[in-house]
């Protein structure tokens, strides 16, 4: 009896020692990634963008105010495959380790700007308060004056930051978009 005791309790701290291992492999492996991609509609494609693995954040000295990089090309909405989809678009860019930057970061003001047809913009700022960005889009954001489908660019385009004064480093940022149907055939 004495033995099964042992053996089983010796097999629970394996297990438990093997969970820690692993959740900690999960942990460390997520503060690596840059950009994600969340739920995302079938009548479009996200890919990343060309500026994925630059530095957001422009150097700065610890404590004073910084620059967030301008033109960061994150993600490429393209609409090709469905070209005869009308309906509209609900854009959300997330920062999903906002927790973790803000133990780097006190204060961050990201300028995000959706970059569609026929040089149309919209734009909204992302900071460490709201964690995340939502751009209602149309059918006319993918169509220039042509008709002809073009990509949505997501980029960063500017903004500021501030660290707290011990911070030499920050935390990389982990952003996700999603890309959801709110409407068939409605323009916004």
Known sequence: MKKNTLRYTALGIAFLLILGVFSMWALTTQESATVGIGTIDPSVNVNTG????????????????????????????????????????????????????????????MQVVLEGADEETKSSYLTLENGK????????????SESTIVNVDVNIDGGSYRTYEDVEEVSNFNFVIDVEEIGRAINV
């Open 50 to 109: 060309t500026s994925t693995g630059d530095p957001v954040l422009l150097d700065s000295v610890s404590g004073e105010y910084g620059d967030v990089a301008e033109n960061y090309n994150l993600y490429v909405i393209d609409k090709s495959a469905q070209q005869e989809y009308t309906g509209a678009y609900e854009v959300t860019l997330h920062i999903a380790n906002a927790a973790e930057i803000s133990r780097d970061l006190k204060d961050l003001s």
């Open 133 to 144: 960005v939502s751009f209602m889009i149309g059918h006319d954001f993918f169509e220039d």
